[in-house]
Structure formats: C-alpha cells, structure tokens
C-alpha cells in the first residue's frame, strides 16, 4: 500500500516539478516574448504560420474533438444496449469528462476571461500592452491565454 501510494506521489511530482522549473524559466528569461517574436510578424502584423502547411491543422482544430467526443457518447449509449462494449462505458466517460472539463469548463470559462492576456494580433492592431506570463490582463473577451486548443 505505502509502494502504491509512493508511486503515485512520483508520478505527479516529476511532471508537475519539470513544468514549475520551466515556468520559472519562462518568466525569468522572458521566453514568451522571445519566442513570441519568432512567431508573430509585427511588421505586417500576421502570423506567417497562416501560409504554411500548420494552418489547416489549426483551422480544424475543434472537428478531431467533435469525432472523438461523439464516438465516446456512442461507445457509452451502446454499453448499455450491448453487451460486447459494455467495457468502453468507464473510458468513454472519462473522454467525455475530460473534454468538459478541461477545455471547456476550466481553460474557456474559468481562467480565460480573468486571466485576461491580449493576442499578438490585439497588440499590434489595437495597441494592447504586452502582459507578462503570471500577470493577468485587461483583455475582457476573447483573451490568447491560456489556450484552449491545447
């Protein structure tokens, strides 16, 4: 039991340690700006991704969830009328669950609009301050972080 209870423990606290030492990394070297100015063209004020093969991926995004939350809801209706699949009841709820409260109940409704950070295009286009990593924004609706395509 205490081997159990251990092995959970180290299988939290090295993901959650490696992502802490990074997000340290990111505010005291300001990577986000850094690689930010990689990314976004503020001449023109466009992504340069937009022509390159990334952007129908980014454009359909949402429809490889749509599939997989609706194979999941027909995997957890057809549990219950067939017994073969009676074993997909229990992981189709947990992609159904985690769906829902991932992305669209902590990233889109919770965190975004308070945490309020504007998008590279709103800073160039409306003259929006750039707002550090850890810092909330003023952005009221439609804020870049945190991201909810993740």
């Given at each position: 039991m205490k081997f159990k209870i251990f092995k959970i423990f180290i299988d939290f606290s090295i993901p959650l340690g490696i992502l802490g030492i990074l997000s340290c990394a990111i505010l005291e070297f300001n990577l986000d700006q850094r690689i930010q100015k990689n990314i976004f063209d503020s001449?023109?004020?466009?992504?340069?991704?937009?022509?390159?093969?990334?952007?129908?991926?980014?454009?359909?995004?949402?429809?490889?969830?749509?599939?997989?939350?609706?194979l999941a809801g027909l995997a957890l209706l057809g549990g219950f009328f067939f017994k073969?699949?009676?074993?997909?009841?229990?992981?189709?709820?947990?992609?159904?669950?985690?769906?829902?409260?991932?992305?669209?109940?902590?990233?889109?409704?919770?965190?975004?609009d308070k945490l309020g950070r504007p998008r590279p295009s709103h800073i160039y286009e409306r003259g929006e301050s750039f707002v550090p990593l850890f810092k909330a924004g003023t952005v009221e609706r439609n804020s870049s972080f945190p991201s909810g395509h993740a």
């Amino acid at each position: 039991m205490k081997f159990k209870i251990f092995k959970i423990f180290i299988d939290f606290s090295i993901p959650l340690g490696i992502l802490g030492i990074l997000s340290c990394a990111i505010l005291e070297f300001n990577l986000d700006q850094r690689i930010q100015k990689n990314i976004f063209d503020s001449f023109n004020g466009n992504f340069p991704y937009r022509h390159s093969f990334w952007y129908p991926l980014y454009n359909f995004a949402k429809i490889p969830t749509i599939i997989c939350v609706a194979l999941a809801g027909l995997a957890l209706l057809g549990g219950f009328f067939f017994k073969s699949i009676e074993f997909l009841r229990k992981p189709a709820i947990f992609a159904i669950l985690l769906i829902l409260i991932g992305p669209v109940l902590i990233v889109n409704i919770i965190c975004k609009d308070k945490l309020g950070r504007p998008r590279p295009s709103h800073i160039y286009e409306r003259g929006e301050s750039f707002v550090p990593l850890f810092k909330a924004g003023t952005v009221e609706r439609n804020s870049s972080f945190p991201s909810g395509h993740a």
